[in-house]
């Protein structure tokens, strides 16, 4: 109980920005699980450059994505 206390003291402005404001980090997870699924996919190449290229790729389509 008062470790939840002390977390909530620490970070008070965040969890009172968080109501106050309309951005929210769900792109940002969003593109951080593509690139999991990606690591996962290629992890049997082991290729710096093809992980690299996928990356690109997705950061590509998804400022395609905001566009429309």
């Given at each position: ?6 977390i909530l ?32 996919t290629i ?9 690299r290229f ?15």
């Open positions: 109980m008062s470790n939840t206390i002390e003291r620490t970070h008070h402005d965040e969890i009172h920005n968080t109501f106050i404001t309309q951005y929210s980090n769900s792109s940002i997870e969003s593109f951080n699980a593509k690139i999991q699924v990606i690591k996962c992890f049997d190449h082991r290729n710096y450059n093809c992980f996928m990356n690109l790729v997705l950061a590509v389509l998804d400022s395609i994505q905001k566009e429309l």
